[in-house]
């Protein structure tokens, strides 16, 4: 026993301050690619649309397209066409509305700019939750690395302890659903009854590539192509696996105490944040946060 | 219509049996000891084609048969051959074949409310085609007696855990039975394989389960690299072994860390997690991912790491060997921690046999299987090292021949760095790519031997794709070690098979 603790003491602080600090990941890290198209010459961005496993990247009268949702961030891309599309490590990539997954090239953030949206009315609903929050986990198809990635948040480095977010085997306790996998057609009913479970208020937040569009299963005959198909998700964390720092960003941003750095588009509220609360839920509310969104991104 | 698959390369050996002799031939081989390695069944148009595949030594030998479509049964291998008893039920579910005489044809991987006259592995079934639900309730083995009840454990678990079900009968302390549910994560993998392209096809491996990266996308190239005669270059069957080691790493601590916590023991559990996270950050460096994706394509592999970041690779790990060295020690003479694992889902040797068990699993059984020696691949015949197996098939030899890996895959991995030479990182692939011609491709991933089977179609396509994972084979034997064990223990005898759902379910 002794022998533990000097271990313990002598291994020291390994902790992340992040976010009150910021950290990031290796810049060998696969996060995201960033695309100018300006710099493309012969139609290589042609030939990474047509690379790309999932469809993620597509080109449109505007211009590329890149769905956040649906890459894997296998990089082809930028191997395709090194001129004009870069991986970067970014990892704060989670949103709040499926829609702004889907960025136009031209509006992928530049490092500094950052586009402080927090849909209101999920910020009605958590104000609750902010002291201590308890999340609990299922799986809808995951390919089983999430799970360890999850399991990494209560590792030294990120102990997620610290920042008042702990994990429940209790849905009846729990107020977050952090749900992974592409959502397979067997866990449908079963999530739903975790769901139900859970009392108010609650979030879902969809972890992982596979648990916002299917990633590379998507179109599969087992498969509903994401978490959103069974549940109203409020948070959607793209990543394959997202890394841990990306999935305290997204159950931060969740939770309100960070801000969305990905765009954020303008879109109708969704008939279920009425539904789910409908006292805390003014409708102007919801459509002026929409509007302040819209104003920061043009 | 298409014809059989041709057998097309060296180490494999593919025999024509009609299919009333079958399980005849199949008894002979499981009396005299060959391991049954895979079963693949695969529509051909007016047939479907049985392969059942044997270890023997060096060679793999199949047995090949033909099941008209028209009237698809044959006599079931179960009976024979008790290993066969997963791949049967698969084989009835997915392709609507069925074995006559099977002891128990309950669905295994399909959602339970899939009609049961829809089979996803025919081509007659497109992959987008999503059928409407039927009922069709899904029922366990019963276990009677006085004062026995079934509890489900699952499928939505306590604790960050896979999906899967567990149905454990119990008289109150002690596990008497369990039946194991899996399914619940079936995305259609082998189907999805059909619709890829090759080179995209390694992407989608390596999402079959994603904590065995390497071994998965390694055993799915090297099946095609062997079907099409591609001989990869040095460096990259180098740089194959120095990955799939770190995977081993990195998956062995997190088995260590689980352990720890089952045994409530933070401070170790904190400290194996802490080693498994600078592994993980270590192959950030070296691949772009902290779980090795976009290592491998057919070939050989994608990209090769600066000599600054190798040699800083080379430093990290022998600080972190020589503080995991420590720490297991310390672990060994935990004594609240190793009591629970002695004697803890005993695996006897007869029943790991018989059911053909892979991994540490087998090798804690007494079984001396590791194809990474068996039927060396990439670099490994280039290698000093030795398979650590232990007699005694209880949770504490399971973590002692894990234990033994660790240490020898640091060893492996300074072999592949002091070894690994300059020159190309893969062969280009042939122009054309000739229709039928199949091969099976095998790596042993940190839970045992991966297998694959692929078969090429018209135009580069994948016409088949069977992917075995080493936990289809070892659930089986978890729910028979588990029995007779307290439910306290559960955990304990769950994560010392450390074993995953993904490649299961597929
Ligand atoms: S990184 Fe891969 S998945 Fe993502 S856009 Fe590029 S090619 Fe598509």
Known sequence: ?298 | MSSLSRQSVTGEHYQGVPVASLRLDVEKRASSGQRLMMMVGRDAGDSIELLVAFDAGRQIEVLQSVVPMASPHYPALTPVLPAAAWYERELAELLGVQPEGHPDLRPLLLPPDWPRDVFPLRKSFSQRQRPAASSRPRSTVPVTGPGVFTIPYGPVRSGIFETTQFVVATAGEDVLHVDMQPGYKHRGVEKQFELLELEPAVLLAEEVSGTATIAHSMAFCQAVERALHLSIPPAARWLRVLTAELERLYNHFDVIARLCDDASQSVAQAQFAAFKEEILRNNVQISGSRFLRGVNQIGGVCRRPTPGILSRLRHDLGDLQRRSEDRIALLLRTNSFIDRLIGTSLLPNQLAAQFAAVGPVARASGLDRDCRVDRPYAAYDHCDWEVATGPAGDAMERLRVRIQEITQSFGLIAQALEALPAGPLAAPLPQSLPEGIAAFGWAESPRGEVLYWVRLGTEGRIDRCKVRSPSFVNWPLFTRAIAGNVLTDFGFAEHSFGLTQAGCDL
């Open chain 1, 1 to 298: 026993m002794f022998g533990w603790i000097w271990r313990g003491i002598r291994t020291g602080v390994l902790t992340t301050h992040y976010p009150d600090r910021p950290d990031s990941l290796a810049p060998a890290f696969r996060g995201r690619p960033t695309i100018d198209q300006a710099r493309c010459h012969d139609g290589a961005c042609d030939a990474a649309v047509a690379i790309c496993p999932t469809q993620a990247l597509q080109s449109t009268p505007q211009g590329l397209r890149l769905d956040l949702g649906r890459c894997i961030q296998c990089g082809l891309c930028a191997e395709v066409c090194p001129q004009a599309i870069r991986m970067t490590p970014d990892f704060e990539l989670a949103v709040q509305q499926q829609c702004d997954l889907v960025l136009n090239v031209d509006q992928i953030p530049d490092e500094e700019q950052v586009v402080p949206v927090a849909r209101q009315a999920l910020a009605q609903r958590v104000k609750d939750l902010r002291r201590s929050v308890h999340i609990r986990h299922v799986d809808a198809g995951s390919d089983g690395a999430v799970e360890q990635e999850i399991y990494a948040l209560t590792n030294p480095f990120y102990d997620i302890h610290r920042l008042g977010l702990f994990f429940t085997p209790a849905p009846r306790h729990a107020d977050v659903l952090l749900v992974t996998g592409v959502m397979t057609r067997a866990m449908a009913r079963p999530l739903r009854e975790t769901y139900a479970a859970m009392t108010q208020p609650k979030l879902v937040v969809a972890a992982g590539t596979a648990a916002c569009s299917g990633g590379i299963y998507r179109g599969s005959y087992a498969v509903l192509d994401g978490v959103a198909a069974v549940l109203p998700v409020d948070v959607f964390i793209p990543g394959t696996p997202p890394s841990p720092l990306s999935l305290i960003y997204g159950l931060l941003l969740g939770l309100g105490r960070v801000a969305q750095r990905v765009p954020s588009q303008p879109s109708e509220p969704r008939e279920n944040d009425i539904v789910v609360n409908p006292m805390s839920e003014p409708e102007g509310i919801a459509h002026s946060s929409v509007a302040v969104g819209e104003e920061d991104r043009l």
